[in-house]
């Protein structure tokens, strides 16, 4: 008999996402001080398509970003956690302002300061250039990179793999 995985698909309701290296392909350019990076236009629709079907959006960063706030205010994501040095104890509090268990909750990251967050939800997504423990401890690998789709992927795989994508998609074919 197959073993039964840790996570119903269908119980998800917040993505919680990880920024550089996720959101972003982990470049940033500094010039004369400013900091500039750069954000999938797929990601930004599959968010938004993500929002359509009620459900929730978290960014959980290790540093604080302007151009993420921005996308995110951009995006109208709610929940932006900066300057988490150590995310699982930031995620834990997070789940519990929103009344949220964490196996009602998908993570994506990239590198070892993802790993206990990744642990603790119940659908953990490496991106497909995450680091090797990172990958190691997914439930899903991303075939597309941080910043170039990969969280567009992650949303489309739970969407259709949970009967949402159909509704979603009469927006588009009618």
């Known amino acids: 008999m197959a073993e039964q995985p840790k996570f119903n698909l269908s119980d998800i309701e917040l993505l919680t996402l990880d920024v550089d290296g996720v959101l972003t392909n982990g470049s940033l350019t500094i010039n004369n001080g400013s900091e500039t990076q750069s954000f999938s236009m797929l990601d930004g629709h599959g968010i938004r398509l993500w929002q359509r079907a009620g459900l929730k959006v978290a960014l959980l960063s290790g540093r604080t970003s302007l151009p993420a706030r ?17 995310k699982l ?17 998908a993570y994506v990251g990239d590198d070892l300061p993802d790993l206990p967050a990744m642990r603790y939800v119940g659908f953990a997504v490496a991106v497909a250039n995450a680091v090797d423990e990172v990958k190691q401890c997914a439930d899903y690998v991303t075939t597309r990179p941080g910043g170039r789709g990969a969280v567009r992927e992650v949303i489309e795989h739970i969407l259709k793999n949970t009967g949402r994508w159909e509704e979603l998609m009469k927006r588009y074919l009618s």
Request: hydrophobic share 35%; proline share 3%; charged share 25%.
């Open 70 to 86: 921005h996308r995110a205010e951009q995006l109208q994501i709610k929940y932006i956690l900066e300057e988490c040095h150590y």
């Open 89 to 105: 104890p930031a995620l834990k509090q997070l789940l519990e302002q929103i009344g949220l268990s964490q196996e009602k909750v």
